[in-house]
């Protein structure tokens, strides 16, 4: 969430609130096993505007084997690169090049159910929101939800994963590139 103050005509100072998009990534790697505690995450924007670097120190859902990291403060008119760069020495590894961020919304991200993430639901928006199958096929009674989590091992429209070893590189409708990693 972002803070603006404005005065308005009668003088008064106003504040706006407004969310500001952020990203969050879940890698299949356990925080905890020591060879990772070197290991860093660089999330840059095509403009250059945004550069930040995370760690295993900065999982945001302890204790549950996974990666969990936040990028936040984002602009959705820019495209994302995320880097990989192992803390064992190895060569930087780009986990996903030049992908818009609504794209990674729309297209690259899902919501495991009890991974911490997903947002709270009362028992009578489940109901109502219709069966699993109805989400995953896209049928009339639940429809998609907003996604909001990357994962490591997405299932992608092609049946491809942006981190399975055994398929090679691929160029997205966007331009961007889904590069292929083996945890």
């Given at each position: 969430m972002a803070t603006v103050s404005f005065q308005g005509k009668s003088g008064i100072?106003?504040?706006v609130v407004h969310q500001v998009p952020a990203l969050y990534v879940r890698l299949g790697i356990d925080p905890s096993d020591s060879k990772h505690k070197k290991?860093?995450?660089v999330l840059t924007s095509a403009s250059g505007k945004y550069n930040?670097?995370?760690t295993v120190t900065d999982?945001?859902?302890?204790g549950d084997g996974f990666l969990d990291l936040v990028f936040s403060q984002l602009r959705q008119s820019d495209?994302?690169?995320l880097e990989y760069h192992p803390g064992d020495g190895g060569g930087p590894q780009k986990l996903f090049e030049n992908i818009p961020f609504q794209e990674l919304l729309e297209h690259y991200s899902f919501v495991e159910e009890d991974?911490?993430?997903?947002g709270q639901e009362s028992e009578s928006s489940s109901e109502e929101s219709g069966s699993a199958k109805d989400e995953e096929t896209g049928g009339t009674e639940g429809g998609d939800a907003t996604p909001t989590t990357l994962s490591a091992k997405p299932q992608?429209?092609?049946?491809?994963?942006?981190?399975?070893p055994e398929a090679d590189s691929e160029e997205d409708e966007g331009g961007g590139v889904i590069r292929n990693l083996d945890w």
């Open positions: 100072q106003l504040p290991d860093k995450f930040k670097t995370l999982d945001s859902v302890p495209k994302y690169t991974d911490g993430l997903e992608f429209k092609d049946g491809h994963s942006p981190f399975d």
